[in-house]
T-cell receptor
Framework: QQPVQSPQAVILREGEDAVINCSSS?????VHWYRQKHGEAPVFLMI?????EQKGHEKISASFNEKKQQSSLYLTASQLSYSGTYFC???????????FGTGTSLTVIP | NAGVTQTPKFRVLKTGQSMTLLCAQD?????MYWYRQDPGMGLRLIHY???????AKGEVPDGYNVSRLKKQNFLLGLESAAPSQTSVYFC????????????????FGPGTRLTVL
């Protein structure tokens, strides 16, 4: 039930773009994206619902492909502050259990 | 609003000891969750609750018990701690109902770092 994230790790230079994918073998109701800095709690970025549209916030956006049961997180013109581990959390039905991916470590270097 | 708080922040136990972790939220959220996070494993759900007085098992419930006697509190108990329970424990809460301008997602507490010797 745990979604699969790829890549496991990525290193970027400031200003470069990155894509993180989250795939499920089950039909999803929603996908939630979080970022976690070392030693801190995960922080919510955005949620995508079945039948919903692509979401975006400044230079971070995400999409949800229902046919493939895959969500992608897009980080454009990366900044140093984008460094951290990105998790997708998936929900099969509303109010059900959450399943988190194992995370993607993103490091942005000057 | 304090959001989600967890007590204690750190704890060291000896094998066989018991303890209770307290999670409190002041956002009137319906749902609450307990996760453990281990290196390379992501977040794994231990138990969750969709309302006061109700609890359900998650992916890794063995060795843990929970109670939600009050809506704002969710307690996680370890009856007989084992070294395999060394981990960082996160509590999260979620509105559970649609509210304007409030994302129906999970909001995490700061975590409790538990070491079992």
């Amino acid at each position: 039930q745990q979604p699969v994230q790829s890549p496991q790790a990525v290193i970027l230079r400031e200003g470069e773009d990155a894509v993180i994918n989250c795939s499920s073998s089950k039909a999803l109701y929603s996908v939630h994206w979080y970022r976690q800095k070392h030693g801190e709690a995960p922080v919510f970025l955005m949620i995508l619902l079945k039948g919903g549209e692509q979401k975006g916030h400044e230079k971070i956006s995400a999409s949800f492909n229902e046919k493939k049961q895959q969500s992608s997180l897009y980080l454009t013109a990366s900044q140093l502050s984008y460094s951290g581990t990105y998790f997708c959390g998936t929900e099969l039905n509303t109010g059900n259990q959450f399943y988190f991916g194992t995370g993607t470590s993103l490091t942005v270097i000057p | 609003n304090a959001g989600v708080t967890q007590t204690p922040k750190f704890r060291v136990l000896k094998t066989g000891q018991s303890m209770t972790l307290l999670c409190a939220q002041d956002m009137n959220h319906e749902y609450m969750y307990w996760y453990r996070q281990d290196p390379g494993m992501g977040l794994r759900l231990i138990h969750y609750s969709v309302g006061e007085g109700t609890t359900a098992k998650g992916e890794v419930p063995d060795g843990y018990n929970v109670s939600r006697l009050k809506k704002q509190n969710f307690l996680l108990g370890l009856e007989s701690a084992a070294p395999s329970q060394t981990s960082v424990y996160f509590c999260a809460s979620r509105p559970g109902v649609l509210r304007p301008q409030v994302a129906d997602t999970q909001y995490f507490g700061p975590g409790t770092r538990l070491t079992v010797l």
